[in-house]
């Protein structure tokens, strides 16, 4: 009865499908944010130029979109590693979930996500820094906040919002 | 009021959870016509405008130095812009050009310095890279010491004129007037540029006309600052 009860009504496929939308949908996020973010740059930048003789207005959309389109490319090809951690993440959750959180909690299933991709980021980052060498100094900080500390910020969060939605599918 | 506020919180949480798998389809309905909608306007309306961007019909079709070392297969762009300033000067500007020369390639260096390339916003005129020599080699990123592909060779160059690099890419000086000159740029998209032909017109073609038409305005905005050479040799 018990385990009737508490028989989760999503299965392990369909979590591993949400995670997997979950992590190409942040990618696409993603690249959102940073093409965002290098349209005002570079608009600034653009601005402060004279006279173009391409003509201000042409140059800017041109960039903007120029600047779009590679991000978009680069996100579907990142989407897929990003659909097979989520994918990953999603399944190791959700046997967590069976079994550290019976209870359905919800607060205990953000922190249960959070701590799990947590842990995979730090491990990522301590096979980086003390397995490849890989060192924190000036010319490569801008490169590093983007392509690694981000990334891993935003994976920590979605963590904590995936596990909080597996979990109230599980006591749907 | 207490009684309220668990029941208003359970059922914003339900609201949230059922929105995020309700919002799905609409998010990746907006991701596909977003990307179909970027294609399509990049393919027939920016590319057409980025490959001769500010370039007159008669600097699209007239001969550049580097020519000669385009490759058949390649497509080239051709870009224009007008400075006012001499050409002594804008070639004072070019020829200090690469990562391991002047520091930087007078483009948005926040982008570049997103991969790592170590670029300065080289602002001032340094008489230690004046000099240029045919087979120089000059760096896009650091590595390029060790990787030929972050690099690239002077093939020749005129001076205050031309300059020609790997692969035929093109840089000529035309003086209009005294203090005014048009700088001509010529770069031959070669199909397999990045890894394959769909990833070049999908990333590097777009990426290289961002940075290219950023290095040209960078050289205008520091060539029409006014008088600078000091004791810079720009024989």
Known sequence: MAQSKHAPRIGWGRTAWYGAEAGLALAFLYALAFIGYASVRSTLNLLAARNPDGGLAGTL??????????????????GILAAIIGALTALALRALLSRMNAAHTPRRAIAIGVGVCLTVSLTLLVVLTQGLGLTWTPVVAATLTFWLVLPLATYVVAGGVASWQVNRMMAA | MGMISPVISVHSKEILGQSLLRYRKVFWIAIAALMVGLSVVYALVIRPYHMRWGATDKEV?????????????????????????????????????????SGG??????????????????????????????????????????????????????????????????????????????????????????????????????????????????????????PQLGNVDVR
């Open chain 2, 105 to 226: 390639w007078y483009s948005y260096t926040w982008l570049e310095n997103l991969f790592a390339s170590d670029m300065g916003d080289a602002e001032q005129l340094d008489p230690r890279f004046q000099h240029l020599e045919v087979g120089d080699t000059i760096f896009f990123h650091p590595i390029g010491a060790t990787n030929p592909v972050m690099a690239t060779t002077v093939l020749g160059f005129e001076a205050q004129r031309a300059l020609w690099l790997e692969g035929g890419w093109s840089f000529v000086l035309q003086p209009i007037s005294a203090n005014t000159t048009r700088l001509i740029v010529r770069y031959p998209m070669k199909p397999d540029e990045f890894v394959n032909p769909l990833l070049s017109y999908g990333i590097f073609e777009p990426a290289h006309f961002v940075m290219e038409s950023g290095m040209m305005l960078g050289i205008k905005r520091r060539a029409e600052r006014g």
């Open chain 1, 61 to 78: 959309v041109a960039t903007w979109i120029a600047l779009a389109l590679p991000a978009f490319v680069f996100a579907a090809l990142a």
């Open chain 2, 61 to 101: 079709a007239m001969a550049l130095p580097g020519d000669t070392y385009i490759a058949a297969t390649a497509e080239v762009s051709t870009r224009a812009l007008t400075i006012h300033a001499p050409a002594s000067i804008v070639w004072a500007w070019l020829v200090q050009t690469g990562q391991n020369r």
